[in-house]
């Protein structure tokens, strides 16, 4: 009688298991997906899961990190004072737009939607790390605009929450996109044209 010989499982891939959480996170939002729903994804049990990244909330900040590495909007280089101001923020509007609805399935911008999540911790992680990107709008606007620069700042970080949150809902993109450029007409009067 011979010993049967089992087949070893292969190794499991962290950085893979993150993209594939993102997709999850991203697609149904944090308070939507379980650690259920995520172990089935990545075809593990639960204390394989805990030992890879910790928690089911570490796991959605590396997630997030990964969204912001891979698919945020590169704020740095929209902004790059080529265009007066006003059209250089109008074009962001649209452009966040266009990304927000460019999957049928994973809307909206994940960190956005990360800070709307129930759970605190989950909450906080995306607000730390959606604070880059609020620096980067706050420092850009108060390079032009320095005597109203928090007034804008708040305007355009508003605007880009709810151009995510009714991405998320569904609403198409051209929709979006008139929004988006409807909106970016108010800075017209924060940026008047030089002479």
Not at 21 to 30: D, I, M, S, T
Not at 144 to 168: F, K, M, Q, W
Request: hydrophobic share 40%; glycine share 4%; with cysteine.
């Amino acid at each position: 009688m011979t010993a049967k010989v089992r087949k070893r499982r292969p190794a499991f891939d962290r950085e893979e298991g993150v993209a594939i959480a993102q997709n999850l996170f991203h697609e149904r939002g944090y308070d939507a997906v379980s650690v259920a729903d995520i172990t089935q994804a990545l075809d593990i049990v639960p204390p394989s899961l805990y030992a890879a990244y910790g928690s089911k909330t570490e796991l959605f900040e590396r997630a997030m990190k990964r969204y912001a590495e891979t698919e945020m909007l590169p704020l740095a280089d929209i902004l790059k004072n080529e265009r007066p101001p006003a059209e250089e923020l109008s074009a962001l509007f649209v452009l966040a737009t266009q990304q927000y609805t460019r999957h049928d399935t994973r809307r909206g911008c994940m960190i956005t939607e990360g800070m709307r999540a129930d759970d605190k911790t989950a909450r906080l992680k995306a607000a730390a790390l959606a604070e880059n990107a609020n620096t980067t709008i706050r420092d850009y606007i108060a390079a032009h605009n320095p005597a109203e620069a928090e007034r804008i700042t708040d305007y355009v970080l508003v605007t880009l929450r709810g151009l995510s949150s009714y991405a998320c809902l569904g609403t198409p993109a051209e929709r979006l996109i008139e929004c988006a450029r409807m909106a970016g007409r108010a800075f017209e009067q924060d940026f008047p044209a030089k002479a």
